[in-house]
């Protein structure tokens, strides 16, 4: 996971500086410069539920910071889960944790959560 503190970091020219990586399994999802930096608010289910939540709701985080990806085939290693509200939600393809983020049907971009992933150094 990244510290909302080092984005910045993480940035240049509007793109991943890093290479991007899962943060449970190491497995490369992204290279360096693949992806644009863009700014959102949007509700993403937490990757652990919490055990007391009922079976038909889902406990959500609000995340800001988004890796935008405008074709999924430019992703290294990605995996989809469930669709919700015209949202596919994205995991990591080897461990299959997340979701890291979300795809978006009506548009085809994907949206890969800063705070969700690990970025190293390419």
Request: aromatic content about 8%; overall charge negative; charged content about 30%.
């Amino acid at each position: 996971m990244t510290d909302e503190a080092n984005f910045a970091d993480q940035i240049e020219n509007e793109k991943n500086r890093t290479n991007v990586r899962c943060q449970f399994c190491n497995s490369l999802m992204l290279k360096a410069k693949e992806a644009s930096y863009c700014e959102q608010e949007v509700n993403v289910p937490l990757m652990v539920q919490k055990k007391d939540s009922k079976s038909d709701s889902l406990n959500t985080e609000t995340l800001h910071h988004f890796w935008l990806v405008e074709d999924m085939m430019t992703f290294e290693n990605i995996g989809f889960s469930h669709t919700v509200d015209g949202r596919k939600f994205l995991v990591c393809a080897d461990c299959e944790r997340g979701p890291v983020g979300y795809h978006e049907l009506s548009t085809k971009r994907c949206y890969l959560s800063l705070k969700r992933v690990v970025h190293v150094d390419a």
